[in-house]
């Protein structure tokens, strides 16, 4: 177990200094927001903590423990919570992942919980190309035929029931106040809805929410009211899942599909099924660590990641070290590549997870990264084959500023339950559509789908044969709700936003707290960088590296580019009977808990 830190104020100056290896003296970290307060963002408990990136849902979260509830009770105040107070990152309109390891469970893996959006049953996958088969800009991100169908409230309902204690309309109630009284629009929504105003003014329901009585979006320190949200969490708090996927929302729902020629139906509501899925699990370095599968990339490529560089001894180096971070990159890259071409719905393609995790293939692929020189070119004859290591064979294998539009929250309490869930609408305001008189979001997750092979997504993922939208297949994603046990204890839990960063953050944070023995603030703000294969370019976050490792890289053959990353862990670790939350302090967020 690890020492506490306390308050490890180095963290909170950029470029401060701490040794940690022979080569290296100082950790950079990035700067903390305007106006983000350091206590908001660590808090050492004993009894429950949690750690959201809403501040009235960790107080909503908090709440439900005081009111004598458990951690599922806590997680569904939470989830509703930031669909009222996030509309730009999650809703009732989306869906996404959950790990909740319940020490009262009988398996020795957390309860791994899919209530991703699933493709309409009149989808197909030629729905995004024209006649030439070109993709149609935007189409699988403005508008109705971006919208999977919605899995978010028979996720959260369904875990309410078989594992919450307080009645559902107590630990909705927040949300429901929070909507119909309202808050004020803080910087994050603000900026968010400034980059959707062409969509938030196409459509009329979303504007009469998102713009005032002017028909101007709303600005920082307006109030946002969303009197037809509340009315629709009342009905699902009186009736649970059939308040939204039948009833008068459901009406709603597909009367808004068809008003505007989408695909969904009230039998796709009717068939939505929430799945029960094994998590992707590792041993680590004496840990265990479990994250989310297929329809996520997510858990498959942070174990990946991990296996490649598990006998590379980094911590002599120190974290920000070019050899470090080149070997990082070079082992992102492989797990990027094996997204596009191996990784899909398992439920409806074959995904090796077997030899993409396997030891074997990760030794592989680590011997095929050259020490001192970055991939590029030699990225075209780079073919790993999982399936080697795996149990079948498979013969069809085939930009910007990124903002934190998913969401992310952990819950852990004193008993030993943790509970980690990713949520979200995919964009900034999903689909951008309203549904008339719900106050519900639609999702724009159908995005995450290769509109074909080889075209890339919001975040610049290449689509792949495996991720081709098919009726009912869900689509591929990196969220990874994270969990690392140790002798069977939680050791540490965590996940963020950010699309393919997800995984390429989270894996990082694992490894400077577990390898490098940092502490979790600044395991958490040291700088950050990411590769995806493609493009083939090295980001750092905000320019801060040590100048020697920058030129370094470049030396190697690295292109490097400077970028804010859209990551904000959210994160608890469990150190000496006592837990620890930081809630990245680049964003808004709060830990809560006593
Ligand atoms: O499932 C996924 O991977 C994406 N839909 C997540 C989107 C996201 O994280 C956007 N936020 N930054």
Not at 52 to 81: E, L
Not at 362 to 377: F, K, M, T, Y
Request: hydrophobic share 35%.
């Amino acid at each position: 177990m690890k020492p506490i830190y306390l308050l490890s104020l180095i963290a909170l100056v950029s470029c401060s200094g701490m040794s940690s290896g022979p080569y290296e003296t100082k950790i950079h970290h990035v700067t903390i927001a305007k106006g983000q307060l350091k206590k908001d963002h660590e808090l050492i408990t004993s009894d429950v903590s949690i750690t959201t990136q809403g501040v009235f849902a960790s107080r909503a979260a908090h709440a439900m423990f005081k009111k004598g509830g458990n951690i599922i009770d806590a997680a569904m105040a939470a989830s509703f919570v930031l669909a009222v107070e996030r509309p730009q990152s999650t809703g009732l309109g989306g869906g996404g992942f959950a790990l909740f390891h319940d020490v009262k469970r009988d398996k020795d893996f957390p309860l791994t919980v899919d209530f991703r959006e699933k493709a309409p049953i009149k989808a197909h996958e030629k729905m995004f190309l024209d006649d030439q088969g070109n993709v149609i800009s935007r189409m699988s991100l403005d508008g109705i035929f971006s919208s999977g169908v919605p899995g978010m409230v028979a996720g959260m309902t369904e875990l309410h029931k078989s594992h919450g204690s307080l009645p559902l309309k107590v630990v909705m109630r927040d949300a429901i106040d929070l909507a119909a009284k309202g808050f004020k629009v803080y910087p994050e929504l603000a900026y968010a809805l400034s980059r959707r105003e062409n969509i938030i003014k196409r459509f009329k329901a979303t504007c009469k929410i998102f713009c005032n009585k002017k028909g101007e979006i709303l600005k920082e320190g307006d109030l946002l009211v969303q009197r037809d949200l509340a009315k629709t969490l009342r009905t699902i708090a009186r009736k649970g899942r059939r308040g939204f996927y039948k009833g008068w929302v459901a009406k709603a729902l597909v009367g808004e599909h068809r008003r505007l020629g989408g695909l969904m139906t009230y039998n796709d509501l009717n068939k939505y099924n929430v799945k029960y899925r094994d998590p992707i699990r590792a041993n680590y370095h004496g840990y265990e660590v479990f994250s989310m599968s297929p329809p996520s990339s997510g858990g498959v490529h942070i174990v990946e990641i991990l296996n490649i560089l598990k006998n590379d001894d980094l911590k002599t180096y120190g974290v920000q070290h070019a050899r470090t971070v080149h070997l990082r990159a070079s082992a992102m890259q492989a797990a990027f590549s094996d997204r596009a071409n191996y990784l899909g719905d398992s439920d409806y393609t074959y995904v090796p997870v077997v030899g993409l995790t396997s030891q074997k293939y990760a030794d592989e692929v680590r011997h095929s990264i050259p020490e001192n020189q970055a991939l590029n070119g030699l990225w075209s004859n780079f073919s790993n084959d999982p399936f080697k290591y795996d149990a079948k064979n498979d013969s069809e294998l085939i930009k910007k500023y990124e903002s934190p539009e998913t969401t992310h929250f952990t819950i852990a309490d004193g008993k030993g339950n943790v509970f980690v869930s990713t949520q979200t609408l995919n964009g900034y305001l999903g689909s951008g559509i309203v549904v008339p008189g719900t106050g519900i979001l639609l999702n724009n997750e159908m995005d995450d789908f290769a509109t074909k092979p080889g075209a890339n997504n919001l975040f610049g993922a290449v689509g792949g044969k495996k991720n081709l939208v098919q009726p009912e297949k869900r689509p591929l994603s990196s969220m990874s709700p994270t969990i690392v046990l140790k002798d069977g204890k939680p050791v540490l839990a965590l996940g963020t936003p950010a699309g393919t960063k997800i995984l390429t953050c989270v894996v990082q944070t694992i490894m400077n707290y577990l390898d490098h023995d940092m502490p979790l603030y600044e395991a958490i703000t040291a700088t950050r960088i990411h590769h995806q294969w493609k493009p083939n370019i090295l980001y750092i976050e905000d320019s801060k590296l040590p100048k020697n490792t920058i030129e370094h890289l470049k030396r190697m053959g690295h292109e490097l580019r400077f970028k804010k990353f859209g990551c904000r862990i959210q994160a608890i670790a469990f150190e000496n009977g006592k837990l620890h939350g930081v809630s990245d302090p680049r964003g808004r967020g709060l830990v809560s808990g006593h």
